[in-house]
T-cell receptor, first 113, second 117 residues
Framework: KNQVEQSPQSLIILEGKNCTLQ??????????LRWYKQDTGRGPVSLTI?????NTKSNGRYTATLDADTKQSSLHITASQLSDSASYIC????????????FGTGTRLTVIP | NAGVTQTPKFRILKIGQSMTLQCTQD?????MYWYRQDPGMGLKLIYY???????DKGEVPNGYNVSRSTTEDFPLRLELAAPSQTSVYFC????????????????FGEGSRLTVL
């Protein structure tokens, strides 16, 4: 069964600290994985896309990694800011039946001063 | 560019009432989607469209209908509202050059929060 699981469900960190969010998937055959950021009361916004051949990709203070062998991805946030408080959603696309995107339930990150 | 615009942002319905959630995009995207987001659950696909005049069911289509008469507009119709339809609804669009491979970024609207009492 194609699934996407994210951990932790929620996380509270102090401003300036780093954190890592995890995404494990069983979607096969794999095409790509996106991380989205969803601010409270807003729609999700894409942070980065990881394809099969990519291991690491950075977008400012956000760094995503992908291990296609173990079917794991992580999103590392460096030097967190209050504006990083949001839900982070992992979305996996299979190679076929491409109207099916598999969404994780998200990690709720709260950055406190 | 306004991106994806949804209206209304909030609505309260009584059981059995009907309504339409409006969605329009100005990015000339071919694909459009309607999702619902319930607390603690991942986004679930209700309906999608690959272009004007073409729509198809997603994972949870019961109780909803859509139409796509133009590239820009993709309204979602709720008939006979039920409490189970209380949710936050997101319209999204993307450009895809291939019907097989999906690497396109989804652009979401701000969401429509619907409560059915």
């Amino acid at each position: 069964k194609n699934q996407v699981e994210q951990s932790p469900q929620s996380l509270i960190i102090l401003e300036g600290k780093n954190c890592t969010l995890q995404c494990n998937y069983t979607v096969s055959p794999f095409s790509n994985l996106r991380w989205y950021k969803q601010d409270t009361g807003r729609g999700p916004v894409s942070l980065t896309i990881m394809t099969f051949s990519e291991n690491t990709k950075s977008n400012g203070r956000y760094t995503a990694t992908l291990d296609a062998d173990t079917k794991q991805s992580s999103l590392h946030i460096t030097a967190s800011q209050l504006s990083d408080s949001a839900s982070y959603i992992c979305v996996v696309s299979p190679q076929t039946g491409a109207n099916n995107l598999f969404f994780g339930t998200g990690t709720r990150l709260t950055v406190i001063p | 560019n306004a991106g994806v615009t949804q209206t209304p942002k909030f609505r309260i319905l009584k059981i059995g009432q009907s309504m339409t959630l409006q969605c329009t995009q100005d990015m000339n995207h071919n694909y459009m989607y309607w999702y619902r987001q319930d607390p603690g659950m991942g986004l679930k696909l209700i309906y999608y469209s690959v272009g004007a005049g073409i729509t198809d069911k997603g994972e949870v289509p019961n109780g909803y209908n859509v139409s796509r008469s133009t590239t820009e507009d993709f309204p979602l119709r709720l008939e006979l509202a039920a409490p189970s339809q209380t949710s936050v609804y997101f319209c999204a669009s993307s450009y895809r050059s291939s019907p097989i491979l999906n690497t396109g970024e989804l652009f979401f609207g701000e969401g429509s929060r619907l409560t059915v009492l």
